[in-house]
């Protein structure tokens, strides 16, 4: 148990930050703790959780994605086309969607991987083009999106919030199975040395390949639980997110450098920020004050994981791994 706490210690301090965070959110709102609450916290949350697993995949193996909120966009509006109709047609829209989610991250791959252009350099481009197809698909907000679908996605489950379920399928279903086979620990293997993975015959070229389209893939999912939530389509929502997602992922205990730190650490700093900003909405503080403070959140966020190449005695050891 103690060796556990030790191994996990980012994620169990977060954890314990979270659940402070969580308890004077409850008792402060005026409405209480009844289930329409927990479950428009758990939605708010969720979208950011979803995104933050998104950017988890790039920070991992030593990249950073600053596409996700664009990916986000693009998906949701192009959601707010194709999720309408018949039963059999909303299940081809969602297929679609997350095809066009991982198409995205492959995208990002090909250039980083094969064309050798850093990780920030080529999200920051690829932002824009996603961006643009966006607005394309919708220059203004709207469109709908099937409200049975969504109502049984972002409502409750005999008083237990939908998006919360979801979570917990991807963290049982998809990331612990994951964790555990070789390419579960490529990834991990790529994030602390690159060339040590290499040596031990790692294919360090298609894992970051897959980790992006992971990482697109996600952002999608992201798209579509905005979709839900809306009900329409907004090619406008990029920025928050693909700036609150490093905050998440840092506040987690992800470490920028690569190869450390969970998706659940992902999950928590996502829950942390979102429940932040819920309680300064509610704490009274001015809304032209807000921005500010959540800026100060994502620096220090920032700052928190940098701290960890400032500590080392030689910084050429973090860019030579």
């Not at 986000?72 to 095809?99: E, K, Y």
Request: with cysteine.
């Amino acid at each position: 148990m103690l060796d556990d706490i030790r191994t996990n210690k980012r994620e169990v301090i977060a954890l314990a930050f979270l659940v402070v965070l969580v308890s004077v959110y409850l008792t402060t709102h005026p409405s209480g703790p009844t289930t329409y609450v927990l479950t428009i916290w758990a939605n708010q949350c969720t979208v950011l959780a979803l995104v933050a697993i998104a950017q988890f995949f790039a920070v991992l193996v030593r990249g950073l994605d600053l596409s996700v909120g664009a990916v986000m966009a693009l998906t949701n509006t192009l959601a707010s086309h194709l999720l309408i109709g018949s039963s059999t047609s909303i299940g081809l829209g969602l297929l679609a969607v997350l095809a066009v989610g991982s198409l995205c991250g492959l995208a990002n791959g090909l250039a980083i991987v094969y064309g050798r252009i850093q990780p920030i350099v080529a999200t920051l481009a690829s932002a824009s083009v996603f961006v643009g197809l966006a607005l394309l698909l919708r220059p203004t907000p709207g469109g709908e999106i099937d409200f049975d679908l969504a109502d049984a996605l972002t409502l409750d489950i005999w008083g237990l919030p939908t998006a919360l379920v979801i979570l917990t399928v991807i963290v049982v279903v998809f990331w612990i199975p994951l964790r555990r086979t070789g390419f579960g620990l490529a990834l991990y293997a790529i994030g602390s040395s690159q060339q040590a993975a290499f040596q031990s015959g790692t294919p360090v070229a298609r894992v970051r390949l897959a980790a992006f389209v992971l990482a697109g893939l996600f952002a999608g999912v992201a798209g579509l639980f905005v979709s839900f939530i809306t009900t329409t389509g907004d090619a406008s929502i990029a920025p928050n997110y693909t700036l609150n997602s490093i905050a998440a992922v840092v506040l987690g205990g992800i470490a920028l450098r690569g190869g450390v730190g969970s998706l659940i650490g992902a999950l928590i700093g996502a829950f942390i920020l979102k429940t932040i900003s819920a309680l300064m909405f509610f704490s009274g503080l001015p809304p032209l004050a807000q921005p500010f403070v959540e800026g100060l959140i994502l620096a220090v966020a920032i700052a928190i994981g940098s701290a960890d190449i400032l500590r080392l005695r030689n910084r050429l050891e973090v860019f030579d791994r």
